[in-house]
């Protein structure tokens, strides 16, 4: 079983820079792939980026590469999601999501944290 909490959202300007942090506990979390998704509005749920715990590897959705930066603290088990250059269009609740590593589905969430984006 796993825990998550999201953290740190909050009203930035376009161009701006905020960090997210999902704080992770459970019995089974170090084996798992801790992810961010997001939903905005009227939209269906979207992936953000990946990381497995063990070894650190990290994915990202198109849409986000290059500005987002998905990582892990093992001392604090704590995953984060550094976001620059933040657009409009990145404005959403953000939800931490874990899983085993061999199962497809993402079966634990945390409660979600809004991220406003200005124009």
């Known amino acids: 079983q796993v825990q998550l909490v999201e953290s740190g959202g909050g009203l930035v300007q376009a161009g701006g820079s905020l960090r997210l942090s999902c704080a992770v506990s459970g019995r089974t979390f170090s084996n798992s792939v801790i992810a961010w998704f997001r939903q905005a509005i009227g939209k269906e749920r979207e992936f953000v980026a990946n990381?497995?715990?063990?070894?650190?590897?990290?994915a990202y959705a198109d849409s986000v590469k290059g500005r987002f930066t998905i990582s892990r603290d093992n001392a604090k088990n704590t995953v984060y999601l550094q976001m620059n250059s933040l657009k409009p269009e990145d404005t959403a609740v953000y939800y931490c999501?874990?899983?085993?590593?061999?199962?497809?589905?993402?079966?634990?969430w945390g409660q979600g944290t809004q991220v406003t984006v200005s124009s």
């Open positions: 999501a874990a899983r085993e590593p061999t199962i497809g589905s993402y079966d634990y």
């Open positions: 990381i497995r715990w063990r070894g650190g590897s990290a």
